[in-house]
């Protein structure tokens, strides 16, 4: 299917597309199911996809500004080097399931109640954001940075790798297990002896 910028899409199947580095700004996708799809490199710009589902895609390096998320599910997709942050921030709504998130930016959003089950990231930066109630299930977090977040009952119980400041990160309830949680205790550089 030929995908063209200020289109509007209603219930379609995209399956097996090659939108690689196309400019498709502009364009509206409601309930729409995108199923291994190469979007890396596109221009999303201006555009809204709302109660669609990415299955096994590639968005890497997509460009995203202004554009609309909500009622957005991730499965199984390559989302690296995706800036969130220049999304448009009012009513986004997203889950992600077994994704690639590295290099990812998350600056200034409200993030409540996101989960990310079983992804992987890796060098990715929350800043200043709302992640209360989230949930990280199973996720790698390797290298990556929280600064300036409310992480007020996230669960990183079954998170993996994560390095949280608590200096300033706001951790009130959030939920962990050892032996993860003892990163917590790297900024204070203490000696922790096991024997």
């Known amino acids: 299917m030929n995908i063209e910028s200020k289109q509007e899409y209603r219930d379609v199947v995209f399956n097996k597309e090659n939108l690689s580095n196309l400019d498709i700004k502009k364009s ?3 309930s729409c199911e ?3 799809c190469n979007i890396s490199g596109s221009n999303l710009s201006d555009s809204r ?4 589902i990415f299955k096994y895609s590639d968005l890497s390096n997509a460009i995203l500004l202004n554009t609309v998320f909500r009622e957005v ?3 199984s997709c390559k989302l690296i080097g995706l800036d969130f942050s220049d999304c448009i921030k009012m009513l986004l709504e997203m889950t992600f399931k077994s994704c690639d998130l590295s290099y990812c930016l998350f600056t200034d959003m409200n993030l409540r109640r996101m989960r990310f089950d079983e992804c992987r990231f890796f060098q990715a930066e929350f800043n200043s954001c709302n992640l209360s109630d989230s949930s990280f299930d199973e996720s790698m977090l390797a290298e990556c940075k929280f600064a300036d977040c409310n992480l ?3 669960d990183f119980r079954f998170a993996h790798k994560y390095f949280l400041d608590p200096r300033n990160n706001i951790l009130k309830k959030a939920k962990f297990r050892l032996p993860d949680v003892l990163s917590l205790l790297s900024p204070y550089d203490i000696i922790i002896d096991n024997s």
């Open 34 to 36: 995108f199923v291994n």
């Open 49 to 52: 996809f709302v109660g669609c």
């Open 28 to 30: 509206y996708f409601y």
């Open 152 to 154: 007020t009952n996230s």
């Open 73 to 75: 599910e991730f499965i």
